[in-house]
């Protein structure tokens, strides 16, 4: 029998710290409509957005092994459920947000099943064109504006909250909130039971299956819960935008292309990676975004360079062999020496 | 005793490439079967149809007298079947600890607290213990093979398959893993081993079966077996002539 001293324990002295301080970072956040101006506040909830965007593209692509081009799917899919909940069934918009992501799973259970016939780059091709059908099927809906898209009514904007500044705040509380609720569900989900499996499929498939783990069972849960996820967040950008149209809803630029840049520049397949890659990607855009196109070209040019320097991204040249964590995930045995 | 293990008429090709061809073999409860041929005999593959990494051409496989023939590789290690990969598959970005794991709370199906005092158990008698916290993408291939056999044990197999995991042990590692072998089977797993180190295989084995181009060329006591014609010809590469 091993040394009864042995225990096994995930908090780490790192990982207290850094929970606390994202608390804390969260808390001040949360105050930014009495500390910030309405420029930074759109920021920040901009931020938050992308933060809950990569967080779930690193699950699925990352974790999941599902490199999906087209989640800009569920993101206009979101856009498009809020304005027709709004405006066509009238519902108040807090219901509206409540109800996308549930119809964002069942819309993506039978494009799953679709999908997850093809493999590798079939899959991502295949991803893309559900984007696609999706897109052109929006701008087949005439209630909705056809393909020029439609605004939000003051009506519908103001049945969310009296006055301007409660308005733009609590947009960004919103925003804020699903950036917190996403980490939060990535969080949770692997440290659960699923997540062993999950880290298990990330990391080997073949030895994932044979000890156990059903790999296609556990990737349409991920899938799922994924489309769920940006739906809402999909609600939530076009609420900030309060208007939709095919193309701004369906984007791949937007909504796919530069969150994988920013989760490979993060750090894809940790919890971390989303987050930091947001951040840097924000930086790079505040400061480089004068330059006009030359921003995009530094974009592709740091892009490249972190793939071929530093493969498993910023947080992977932190973390390093020792595997350090800001989130408290993985089990360690106390009590070797 | 009864058949814990059965094959029957079990085929497998790859186009002209035959894998498996007709093989009709069983383990017995509690028993321990050894598994030779020269390189590319098809011995790895057998696994992979016994542990459905592969799916059969024709042919049925049995655990327990249950038909699993069409069953899932995630099914087939619930049901009691677990393996060690040949080439190590380690989950590379999780430590020692968590690879031992992952077969526990999957494969085995142990809650939390089980699954954590069967994975430090198992590490110790494989002496990856000291390891536990090292990331596995980072162990030597020694050590990768190690954990190969903790991650089969973890699983709480009742038929463990073991893949050549005794190649480039020393004598004194060799000694070591053949008593860890040993305690294994008196817990009552049953054992199909397949292996160059013909001495490590016959301290442990019952029965030993011979394989060549897929096929089942010769069955039997463990010492019978390696002084018959056909294992010096074939197996050894030694021409028996008259």
């Known amino acids: ?337 | 005793m009864t058949a814990i293990l059965e094959l029957e008429g079990v085929g497998k090709a790859f186009g002209a490439v035959v894998v498996a061809e007709h093989q009709s073999w069983s383990l017995q409860q509690g028993e321990a079967l050894g598994v030779i041929g020269p390189n590319g005999a098809g011995k790895t593959s057998m696994f992979n149809l016994i542990t459905g990494a592969l799916p059969v051409d024709q042919g049925t496989i049995r655990l327990a007298g249950q038909d699993i023939t069409h069953w899932s590789a995630a099914r087939r290690c619930r049901a009691g079947i677990a393996r060690s990969f040949q080439v190590p598959q380690p989950f590379s970005g999780m430590t020692v600890f968590e690879n031992a794991y992952v077969a526990a709370t999957q494969g085995a199906g142990l809650s939390a607290g089980e699954a954590e005092d069967l994975c430090l158990d198992v590490l110790e008698r494989t002496g990856l213990l000291r390891k536990g916290n090292v990331m596995a993408g980072s162990l030597t291939l020694l050590e990768r093979k190690r954990l190969e056999l903790s991650r089969a044990l973890c699983a709480r197999p009742r038929v463990l398959l073991l893949d050549e995991i005794a190649g480039g042990l020393t004598e004194n590692e060799c000694q070591a893993l053949i008593g860890t072998i040993r305690d294994v089977r008196q817990t009552g797993v049953s054992i199909v081993w397949i292996e160059h180190v013909v001495h490590a295989l016959l301290a442990v084995v019952d029965r030993l079966i011979v394989i060549d181009f897929g096929r089942k060329i010769a069955e039997g006591d463990p010492q019978t077996v390696m002084d018959s014609r056909e294992v010096r010809e074939i197996y050894l590469g030694i021409e028996a002539h008259g």
């Open chain 1, 1 to 337: 029998m091993p040394d009864t001293k042995l225990h096994v324990s995930r908090t780490t002295r790192l990982s207290t710290i850094s929970m606390t301080l994202m608390f804390v970072v969260v808390l001040v956040l949360a105050c930014a409509p009495w500390w910030a101006s309405r420029a930074d506040i759109r920021l920040f909830g901009e931020i938050s957005l992308y933060i809950a965007l990569a967080s779930l593209w690193n699950l699925l692509a990352g974790y999941a092994g599902l490199v999906s081009v087209g989640q800009q799917a569920y993101v206009g899919l979101g856009g498009y459920v809020f304005f027709g909940l709004t405006l066509l069934a009238g519902l108040n918009p807090i219901a509206a947000l409540l109800i996308a992501p549930l119809i964002g799973v069942v819309v993506a259970a039978p494009v799953a099943v679709l999908i997850f016939r093809l493999r590798g780059a079939y899959f991502a091709i295949g991803t893309w064109v559900v984007s696609e059908v999706f897109r052109l099927t929006a701008a087949q809906v005439s209630a909705l504006g056809g393909g020029s898209g439609i605004s939000l009514p003051v009506s519908v904007v103001n049945a969310l909250a009296q006055g301007r500044f409660l308005r733009e705040a609590l947009a960004y509380w919103l925003a804020l909130g699903v950036a917190v609720l996403v980490t939060a569900a990535v969080f949770f989900l692997l440290r659960s039971r699923r997540g062993v499996a999950l880290m298990a499929i990330r990391d080997n498939e073949l030895a994932a299956k044979s000890l156990g783990i059903d790999i296609w069972v556990t990737k349409f849960v991920v899938y799922l819960v994924t489309a769920g996820l940006t739906t809402l967040v999909g609600a939530l950008i076009f609420l900030q935008k309060l208007r939709v149209s095919p193309d701004a809803a369906f984007s791949s630029n937007d909504w796919t292309a530069f969150v994988i840049f920013i989760v490979v520049i993060g750090g894809v397949g940790t919890i971390e990676g989303p987050i930091i890659g947001t951040l840097i990607y924000f930086a790079l855009r505040e400061t480089l975004a004068d330059l006009g196109t030359i921003y995009l070209i530094a974009l592709g040019i740091v892009a490249i360079v972190i793939m071929l320097k530093a493969p498993s991204g910023v947080w992977g040249l932190i973390r390093g062999r020792r595997g350090l964590e800001l989130f408290p995930i993985s089990r360690r045995i106390r009590g070797l020496d």
